[in-house]
């Protein structure tokens, strides 16, 4: 599964529609209204995000995470890959049916 944050839905929608055209993911949940803080350039700061939550395989993460650098508006984008660690069989075979490759 990979996190990333994005800055609207329409930013959000429009960076999963293309990798789901791209087949580089499988299934994309956008989580509206995600409040952020972090650490950014020397301060604290806080934004309001939705948060991308995708299911992809981990030998398409490297083209994954250069689309989500092209198409985000962030300097430094949120792209954060987290193991499946158990997933039912038949969810786990429709996610590669779907991917490419």
């Known amino acids: 599964m990979v996190y990333v944050s994005a800055s609207s ?7 999963a529609r293309v990798l789901l055209d791209e ?4 299934c994309v949940n956008i989580v ?9 350039e020397g301060r604290v700061d806080s934004a309001e995000e939705c948060l991308l939550i ?3 395989r981990v030998d398409l ?3 994954l995470e250069e689309r989500v650098r092209t198409l ?3 300097d430094v984008p949120e792209i ?3 193991p499946i ?14 991917l490419k490759g």
């Open 85 to 98: 660690i158990l997933v039912s069989a038949k969810y786990f075979d429709w996610i590669n049916s779907v």
């Open 54 to 56: 995708m299911k992809s």
């Open 72 to 74: 985000h508006s962030y």
């Open 23 to 26: 087949r580089l993911v499988a």
């Open 32 to 40: 509206d209204s995600v409040f952020s803080l972090f650490h950014w």
């Open 9 to 15: 839905r329409v930013e959000a929608e429009r960076i």
């Open 61 to 63: 993460f490297a083209t």
């Open 80 to 82: 954060v890959a987290v």
